[in-house]
Structures are given as structure tokens and as C-alpha cells.
């Protein structure tokens, strides 16, 4: 495939790690600069990306959803899922912020119980392609491993009742913003299939 030539795979490497490089700074940044609200806060530029991130990625999915029937199920649960988060992550703005997650997590379901018997076929096309493996891997460090390793317990083994939270703080943060970089990714990775695919007349 054209898309893994070595040419290709080189300018990736070295175009995520520039990624990498630039979102490893912005955390550094905050560590040297923290904003009026203390480190890692909410306008710092940490949590920034990791909103925009999770905004990329809605559009994103729903566009592949609407652009690609294939995957449409999957992608618009997809969707759903990080537009709760999306609307989590605003929650220092919007007090409220429960019923609108609510509400897309309600229409999230519709969706799942109107397309149940495309999900299969949808869920194989998704998971067949190698930019899901970015996906997947950046859910997880996102959603579960951030939080198991944010724990509080954890980082008080290492460091005492005054001075933990600090740590605490970057590292959540921090592997939240490399797990939405992953997923971020993951979308890149999806756009190039399908726009090969539409490009040569494939659905």
C-alpha cells in the first residue's frame, strides 16, 4: 500500500513526534507557568489542547460517519462518546454541564438501538483498519490509565500530604493530552484510508 512506503512511514515518524515534542512542551510550559488558578488549571494550556483535541475529534467522527456508511454506527457512538467528554472537560463554564452529556448520552442510545443491526458489519470495518490501533490505544490511556495512575494513593507512596499534588496534577493531565494526541492521530490516520478510497471510487 502507498500509504506505508518508506518514504510515508519517515515523514510520520517524524511528524508525530514534532507532536509529541510540542505537546510535551505546552505541559512543561504550564509547569513553569502556572495560570491564576494554580497548575494545570483550567485555562492552562494543557487542558486547552485537550479541548480542542476532543473538538477535532467530534467533528471529525461524524463527518466520517456521514461521509462513509461502512462505519457510520461506530463512528457516530464514537462521536457521542468524546462530545460527553468534550462537554466534561467544560465543566468550570458550564455548572450544568450534566444535562446536555446527558442528553447527547440519550441520543447515543437511540443511535446504538436504530442501527443495532449495522453494528457488527460497522464495528468490523472500524476495528479493520490500522488507525484504529491509535484510536483504541489513545482511549485507553486517556480514559483508564490517566485515572489509575492519577490516583491519589498512588502519589502519596512517592511524595508527602504537602507537596504531591503537583506531580499528581502533570502526570493526570499530561497523559490525558497524550491519549487525545493519539486519538487525534488515529483521525489522521482515518482520513487518508477514506480519502484514498473515495479518491479511487471505493466506498
Same mark, same amino acid.
Given at each position: 500500500?502507498? !500509504?506505508?512506503?518508506?518514504?510515508?512511514?519517515?515523514?510520520?515518524?517524524?511528524?508525530?513526534?514534532?507532536?509529541?515534542?510540542?505537546?510535551?512542551?505546552?505541559?512543561?510550559?504550564?509547569?513553569?507557568?502556572?495560570?491564576?488558578?494554580?497548575?494545570?488549571?483550567?485555562?492552562?494550556?494543557?487542558?486547552?489542547?485537550?479541548?480542542?483535541?476532543?473538538?477535532?475529534?467530534?467533528?471529525?467522527?461524524?463527518?466520517? *460517519?456521514?461521509?462513509?456508511?461502512?462505519?457510520?454506527?461506530?463512528?457516530?457512538?464514537?462521536?457521542?462518546?468524546?462530545?460527553?467528554?468534550?462537554?466534561?472537560?467544560?465543566?468550570?463554564?458550564?455548572?450544568?454541564?450534566?444535562?446536555?452529556?446527558?442528553?447527547?448520552?440519550?441520543?447515543?442510545?437511540?443511535?446504538?438501538?436504530?442501527?443495532?443491526?449495522?453494528?457488527?458489519?460497522?464495528?468490523?470495518?472500524?476495528?479493520?483498519?490500522?488507525?484504529?490501533?491509535?484510536?483504541?490505544?489513545?482511549?485507553?490511556?486517556?480514559?483508564?490509565?490517566?485515572?489509575?495512575?492519577?490516583?491519589?494513593?498512588?502519589?502519596?507512596?512517592?511524595?508527602?500530604?504537602?507537596?504531591?499534588?503537583?506531580?499528581?496534577?502533570?502526570?493526570?493531565?499530561?497523559?490525558?493530552?497524550? *491519549?487525545?494526541?493519539?486519538?487525534?492521530? !488515529?483521525?489522521?490516520?482515518?482520513?487518508?484510508?477514506?480519502?484514498?478510497?473515495?479518491?479511487?471510487?471505493?466506498?
Amino acid at each position: 500500500m502507498k !500509504s506505508y512506503t518508506p518514504l510515508n512511514i519517515a515523514v510520520r515518524v517524524i511528524g508525530y513526534s514534532l507532536l509529541f515534542f510540542g505537546i510535551a512542551e505546552a505541559i512543561r510550559f504550564d509547569a513553569v507557568h502556572p495560570m491564576e488558578d494554580g497548575y494545570f488549571g483550567e485555562i492552562s494550556l494543557t487542558e486547552i489542547f485537550q479541548e480542542l483535541f476532543l473538538l477535532s475529534l467530534v467533528v471529525f467522527y461524524f463527518l466520517v *460517519g456521514t461521509r462513509h456508511k461502512p462505519v457510520q454506527p461506530v463512528a457516530n457512538l464514537v462521536a457521542a462518546f468524546l462530545l460527553i467528554a468534550f462537554i466534561r472537560e467544560l465543566s468550570f463554564i458550564i455548572a450544568w454541564w450534566f444535562w446536555p452529556a446527558l442528553t447527547v448520552l440519550i441520543l447515543a442510545i437511540w443511535l446504538m438501538w436504530r442501527d443495532f443491526g449495522k453494528l457488527k458489519s460497522a464495528t468490523h470495518e472500524f476495528f479493520a483498519q490500522p488507525a484504529s490501533v491509535w484510536f483504541f490505544a489513545g482511549f485507553l490511556v486517556t480514559f483508564i490509565f490517566s485515572r489509575l495512575f492519577g490516583r491519589s494513593k498512588f502519589w502519596l507512596e512517592l511524595y508527602d500530604e504537602n507537596s504531591y499534588r503537583l506531580a499528581k496534577a502533570a502526570t493526570e493531565e499530561g497523559l490525558e493530552l497524550l *491519549g487525545d494526541t493519539l486519538m487525534l492521530i !488515529s483521525a489522521f490516520e482515518f482520513y487518508l484510508v477514506f480519502w484514498k478510497r473515495k479518491k479511487s471510487g471505493r466506498k
